[in-house]
Structure formats: C-alpha cells, structure tokens
C-alpha cells in the first residue's frame, strides 16, 4: 500500500473513530457553546426606524400645522414616508446577514421588491387621506359613507378613490409579508444548547415595550392581525420542534417571543375597550374586529364636536330663556301701550 493511501485510510479511521466517541443525539444538535449574543445595535436601529419613520407619519399629519407646507408639495410625513421606503430594506437585509442560515438571493431580491413597492402604494395613499382629513373626512366610515364624498361632482370620482383605498388595503400592506417572514427566518436560527443561559440582558428588557407597541400599531393600524398570529403560531412550532432536539431560544429568540406575547396581550386589551363600538363595527365588519388607532381618533373628535354643538345649543337655549324670564316681555309690552296711549289722550282729549 502506499503512503499516501495509508494517510487516507488512517485519517478516514480517526474521522470515524471522533464521530463514534460523541455522544448521542450530538450530531442533531451540531450547535456552537459559545454564549449567545444580543443584538443591541439591529434591535436599537430597528425599534427606532419603526417609532419615528413609521409611527411617526400618522403623528407628524395630526400635529404639525396644515399651513406649514402647501398641500400641492410633499409635507414632513411623505418625507418620513420616502425615508422609510430606503431604511426598511437596509434593516431587513441586516437581519438577514445577522441570520446564522441564508436565503436564496432570488428570494431575498423579490422581498425587497416587495417591500419597496408597497411603501411606494402607502406613500401615495397617505398623502391623499391627509389632505382628506383637513376638509372633513372621517377615517371612522367608508370612503361612500363620508359627507366629503357625498358632495362630490362627479359621482364617479368615489370610485376613484375607492379604488385608490383598496390599493393600499390590499397591495400596500403586501410590505408586512417579507417583514414577518425575516422575523421568522431570523428566530429560527435563534436557539442554543440547554447549557447556554437563557435569561434577556438589561438591554433586551429596556426594548421590549417600545417593541411589543410597535407590533401593537402594526397588528392594528396595519390591519396585520392574521399574518401575526400566524407568525406567532410558527414561532411556537419551531421552539417545541427545537426542544425535542435539546435547543431553546437565546436571548434573541426570547426577546421575539416576549415582544409577540406583550403585543397579542395590548390587541386583547384594546378590541375589548371598543368591543361595543357600533360604528367602528361597521367600518371593520369582518370576522376578525380589530379598529384602527386612526378611526378611532377621528371618531373620537367627530362625537367631541357633535357634543360641544349640543352644549351650544342648550346654552343658548338656556340664556334666552333666563333672559325671557328676567325681562317680562308682555308686562313692558303692556306698559308701552299704556304710556303711549296716556300720551296720546293728553295730546287729542277729544280721543
């Protein structure tokens, strides 16, 4: 035999020999004892892009005055809008190198082909509901239903903006799919050996609110509930699937899972504070009953100005009445007559 073959076939040998010394089940597990690591800086830059460039547009279209910039031109929320359709690729495409596995490039180009298109769908509807929303529309009713669109000539210009409505209904959110599906991509790489510790850093626990409130406004705002559960049902399938093997979520797939939980627990708590809302039923008249912030808002300042115009009226109605009373109309009436009639006897006593 020659040397060379007898190196193979004793390092062939010694493979086989390590692979049988190793202990049951380790070739499953195959995992890396290193301590997991949090990542503050993806988690940090996530949570803020989402609070100011996401949040903060609805925000930014109530506060800020209409006068600030002419509404023929993009005001600062479209601006916030343009930047977050450059931010949410770059955050996700960050997620997915921070991933211990990797997706196809296709799979990962057509996600952010996604995601840019519907931002471009949402930007151009918001802009048209805050102009909407400074002569009287109500986010509360439907686009038929709204005594701006009541008025408008031509008739046919509703089925414009119905049209323009039910894009951002239905293709706009289309951006919520690769987000949910990077998270998820993201948490199933997200587990370490029963050994590791299993505990968030300060860090985590400091993010988990202003992360669960994201998630929160995108489950409600967003109209985003089914794609939520459903990846919060995937997440739990993968850490009982993960358990069997003897791996359990490390400090990041621990920070998803409590930010899902604290969320779900927020939606819980808001759908039965407006359970009873009939007008918010009929702008949301499906199965699944979970209002928007906005409509809520709206409908909020539309029942504040219908109660301050019933306080004028019974104010009125109570002055003139008090006024009434204090005045005595038919007595001074009377008076008058009387005084004028004096004077005239004293002027013609013939009369």
């Known amino acids: 035999m020659q040397p060379s073959t007898r190196r193979r076939h004793s390092s062939a040998l010694y493979a086989a020999a390590l692979m049988c010394s190793r202990p049951v089940?380790?070739?499953?597990?195959?995992?890396?004892?290193?301590?997991?690591?949090?990542?503050?800086?993806?988690?940090?830059?996530?949570?803020?892009?989402?609070?100011?460039?996401?949040?903060?547009r609805p925000v930014v279209m109530l506060v800020l005055p209409a006068d600030w910039f002419p509404?023929?031109?993009?005001?600062?929320?479209e601006y916030l809008h343009l930047l977050y359709?450059?931010?949410?690729?770059?955050?996700?495409?960050k997620m997915l190198g921070r991933s211990p596995r990797s997706l196809p490039s296709p799979a990962v180009h057509l996600g952010i082909i996604v995601v840019v298109m519907a931002t471009s769908f949402q930007l151009v509807a918001d802009s048209i509901i805050r102009r909407l929303l400074l002569i009287g529309y109500e986010?509360?009713?439907?686009?038929?239903?709204?005594?701006?669109?009541?008025?408008?000539?031509?008739?046919?210009?509703?089925?414009?903006?119905?049209?323009?409505?039910?894009y951002d209904d239905a293709l706009g959110h289309l951006r919520?799919?690769?987000?949910?599906?990077?998270?998820?991509?993201?948490?199933?790489?997200?587990?370490?050996?029963?050994?590791?510790?299993?505990?968030?850093?300060?860090a985590a626990w400091m993010l988990l609110a202003p992360n669960a409130a994201y998630y929160w406004y995108l489950i409600t705002e967003g109209q985003t509930f089914i794609l939520f559960i459903f990846t919060f049902f995937a997440m739990m399938a993968t850490v009982m699937h993960q358990r069997r093997r003897g791996l359990v979520p490390d400090c990041n797939g621990l920070f998803m899972l409590y930010s899902f939980c604290a969320a779900l627990c927020l939606v819980a708590v808001w759908v039965s504070c407006l359970w009873n809302d009939t007008v918010l039923r009929?702008?949301?008249?499906?199965?699944?009953?979970?209002?928007q912030p906005r409509s809520v808002y709206t409908l909020h300042l539309h029942r504040q100005n219908d109660h301050t115009v019933g306080e004028l009226d019974f104010s009125f109605l109570s002055i003139m009445h008090r006024q009434l009373q204090q005045e005595a109309p038919e007595e001074e009436i009377l008076e008058a007559m009387r005084i004028g009639r004096q004077g005239a006897e004293g002027l013609h006593p013939g009369l």
Not at 140 to 162: G, K, Q, T, W, Y
Not at 282 to 291: A, E, S
Request: charged fraction near 20%; glycine fraction near 4%; charge should be neutral.
């Open 282 to 291: 009929r702008k949301h008249p499906g199965l699944i009953y979970v209002p």
């Open 85 to 93: 359709n450059i931010t949410a690729p770059l955050i996700l495409l």
């Open 176 to 202: 919520h799919i690769p987000l949910f599906l990077v998270l998820l991509f993201f948490f199933s790489g997200c587990f370490c050996h029963r050994k590791q510790e299993e505990t968030m850093p300060p």
């Open 25 to 56: 089940g380790a070739a499953e597990t195959d995992v890396d004892l290193s301590k997991p690591r949090f990542h503050l800086d993806l988690w940090l830059s996530f949570t803020v892009q989402n609070w100011i460039l996401d949040v903060g």
């Open 71 to 77: 509404l023929n031109r993009p005001g600062a929320a």
């Open 139 to 166: 986010l509360h009713l439907s686009v038929r239903e709204n005594p701006v669109m009541r008025s408008l000539r031509p008739s046919s210009l509703i089925d414009a903006f119905e049209l323009l409505f039910y």
